[in-house]
């Protein structure tokens, strides 16, 4: 019943105009950013392959420190290495696996106890699944990686940031927000009381992560932080890496064809994190540089209430 309700709800803000509008901004121009960002520190998670993997080097080589935050030590060790050797800047990391709770709440605490800034945070972790994992406690994997990590640490790093000069959070969205065009099913958001697809799981973690921004804009009135979203391209990285040899088939002989280079990402996220045009631009969504309505659902701030209180009460937050 309450999925009906909410059905016409938002099917009568759908606007042909807003789909015709996504697919111009997926192929308009991007905005570039050429100031660079020495001495800053930069905030990434997920830096060990893809879209992480550039737009760290694309920090670092704007003189920006790097404090990544991955799963993998071996590749996180190669990747400091690399960095460091080819840029004049300091590449750190911690070690988390963003799909455990009690791991994603001990390197929130580290990010709290820094004694520097952290200038730019970029959310970019992320994985896609075509059969359900759950993690440890229970919880959809792609929800817990992509939602509440970030959930997690925005949360905890509220007075750091606001104690701060200014900061930027970047989370690394999605197009894929749409696959979910009636919204989020909060009382089964970890798909234990529906056939699971890969799809739609997806879509509910990055629609969560857009409807997090209204809050998190509140709780940063007063304070020169801001919060957005971007949807980085359909572009080139190891995405799917875990899904059925059927999608990876599909992935390299056909999607594959498509996919732009993986620096039109990072220039992107570059863009967002340093440009002086969008200082002050807070709770938007983005496709590359160009802002964007996102789906209704994104918009519904009453459901945006009520998934905060599940997620203080789901991350153990209280
Ligand atoms: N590529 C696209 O076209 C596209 C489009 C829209 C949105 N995005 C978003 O862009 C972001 C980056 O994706 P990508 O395309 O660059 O994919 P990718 O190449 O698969 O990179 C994903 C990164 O996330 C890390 N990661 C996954 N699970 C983790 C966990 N439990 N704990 C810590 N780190 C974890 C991976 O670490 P390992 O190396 O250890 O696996 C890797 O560093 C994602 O949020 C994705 O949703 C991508």
């Given at each position: ?13 759908y606007?042909?105009?807003q789909?015709i ?22 905030v990434?998670?997920g ?5 992480g993997?550039?737009?760290a080097?694309?920090?670092?080589s704007?003189g920006?420190?790097?404090l ?8 996180s060790?190669?990747l400091?290495?690399?960095i ?7 590449c ?15 390197v929130?605490?580290?990010l709290?106890?820094?004694e520097?800034p ?29 939602y509440?990590?970030p959930f997690?640490m925005n ?8 104690g701060q000069?200014?900061a930027r959070?970047?989370m ?9 065009p009636?919204g ?6 970890h798909?234990?009381?529906r ?8 879509g509910?973690a990055?629609l ?5 921004m209204?809050?998190?804009?509140e709780k ?5 932080v ?5 949807h980085?391209g359909a ?5 799917g890496?875990?899904n059925?040899?059927l ?9 594959g ?6 620096d ?8 967002m994190g340093?440009?002086k045009?969008i200082?002050?631009v ?11 309505i996102?789906?209704?659902p994104?918009w ?7 998934l905060?209180?599940?997620s203080i009460?789901i991350?153990?937050l209280?």
């Amino acid at each position: 019943m309450a999925k009906n309700k909410k059905f016409w709800k938002y099917f009568k803000q759908y606007k042909v105009s807003q789909i015709i509008a996504m697919i111009r901004n997926g192929n308009k121009k991007q905005l570039t950013c050429d100031d660079r960002f020495d001495n800053k520190l930069v905030v990434i998670t997920g830096t060990t392959s893809g879209i992480g993997t550039y737009t760290a080097k694309k920090y670092a080589s704007m003189g920006a420190d790097l404090l990544c935050i991955n799963r993998n030590e071996a590749k996180s060790k190669k990747l400091k290495e690399e960095i460091e050797s080819q840029y004049n800047i300091k590449c750190d990391y911690f070690i988390a696996d963003l799909s455990k709770l009690n791991e994603i709440h001990e390197v929130a605490d580290k990010l709290v106890a820094l004694e520097r800034p952290i200038d730019v945070l970029i959310h970019n972790a992320g994985l896609t699944l075509s059969k359900q994992q759950l993690t440890d406690e229970g919880f959809d994997m792609v929800f817990v990686v992509q939602y509440m990590a970030p959930f997690i640490m925005n949360y905890k790093l509220i007075n750091k940031l606001k104690g701060q000069e200014s900061a930027r959070i970047i989370m690394n969205n999605s197009e894929g927000h749409r696959f979910v065009p009636w919204g989020l099913i909060l009382d089964d958001l970890h798909w234990k009381k529906r056939r699971y697809s890969g799809l739609k799981a997806y879509g509910s973690a990055k629609l969560a992560q857009l409807l997090s921004m209204h809050i998190f804009k509140e709780k940063f009135i007063g304070s020169n932080v801001t919060i957005n979203s971007m949807h980085p391209g359909a572009v080139e990285s190891e995405t799917g890496k875990d899904n059925w040899r059927l999608y990876k088939w599909y992935k390299k002989n056909i999607l594959g064809k498509f996919l732009r280079p993986t620096d039109i990402a990072s220039d992107s996220l570059y863009y967002m994190g340093v440009s002086k045009e969008i200082q002050t631009v807070t709770s938007k969504f983005f496709s590359l540089t160009t802002e964007e309505i996102p789906s209704p659902p994104a918009w519904d701030v009453e459901e945006a209430k009520k998934l905060w209180d599940l997620s203080i009460e789901i991350c153990n937050l209280n």
